[in-house]
């Protein structure tokens, strides 16, 4: 199972733009890669999902570089609503979801 | 929009009880999952079902069991609770074709005495 290390906690001011790299040295070659966002008291929220090189969205970008062994997210000029717990997910099917421990990002003013 | 509808936001349960966590969907998604989530260990997978009576263990299905009778519920069972299942418990849903996105319900907080 492919299993995913991003840092525990990252801080940002309102405004700046912020990285969100996930390791995942074990991805398999079906794979795909997705970041999901989870605010207290509710459950994860789907954000963006990408095989390789780069996807964007309204909300996001996703990096991923042609060995696929990491990941990062990109969220620009966040906002204090964007404080929240982010989580890397690697795997095909339902039997191979690993999800990380997350990373709690702190936006403040 | 999907929505993914737990029973209980809170519940609170006896050591020995048998307690009941119930899921439903309305998106008529194939997949569905429970996990488990702790401070510091993240979401983890306890069991998933891919179909109408169809379940599989994920990565702690100790001490847990599932039951899916119908495509839009999915219930998990804690046949004597225990207070390390004291957690917080998510369910969500997915089609079943690959790597799609999971939706989650709010959660259940439980906590057994």
């Known amino acids: 199972l492919a299993k995913t290390t991003q840092p525990i906690s990252m801080d940002s001011y309102e405004g700046q733009e912020v990285n969100i790299t996930c390791s995942h040295n074990?991805?398999?070659?079906?794979?795909?890669i997705t970041w999901y966002q989870q605010f207290p008291s509710q459950g994860p929220r789907f954000i963006i999902q990408?095989?390789?090189t780069k996807v964007t969205n309204e909300v996001a970008s996703l990096f991923i570089p042609a060995d696929r062994k990491s990941s990062t997210l990109s969220l620009p000029r966040v906002s204090l609503s964007d404080t929240a717990v982010y989580y890397c997910?690697?795997?095909?099917?339902?039997?191979?979801?690993?999800f990380g421990t997350g990373t709690r990002l702190q936006v403040t003013l | 929009d999907v929505k993914v509808t737990q029973s209980s936001r809170y519940l609170v349960k006896r050591t020995g009880e048998k307690v009941f966590l119930e899921c439903v969907q309305d998106?008529?998604?194939?997949?569905m999952f429970w996990y488990r989530q702790d401070p510091g260990l993240g979401l983890r997978l306890i069991y998933f079902?891919?179909?109408?009576?169809?379940?599989e263990k994920g990565d702690i299905p100790e001490g847990y069991s599932v039951s899916r009778e119908k495509k839009e519920r999915f219930s998990l069972i804690l046949e004597s609770a225990s207070t390390n299942q004291t957690s917080m418990y998510l369910c969500?849903?997915?089609?079943?074709?690959?790597?799609?996105?999971?939706?989650f319900g709010d959660g259940t907080r439980l906590s057994i005495l």
């Open positions: 969500a849903s997915s089609f079943f074709r690959p790597n799609q996105p999971q939706h």
């Open positions: 074990n991805i398999a070659t079906n794979d795909y």
């Open positions: 990408g095989y390789k």
């Open positions: 997910l690697v795997g095909g099917t339902a039997s191979k979801l690993t």
């Open positions: 998106m008529d998604h194939e997949n």
């Open positions: 079902s891919y179909d109408v009576k169809m379940k």
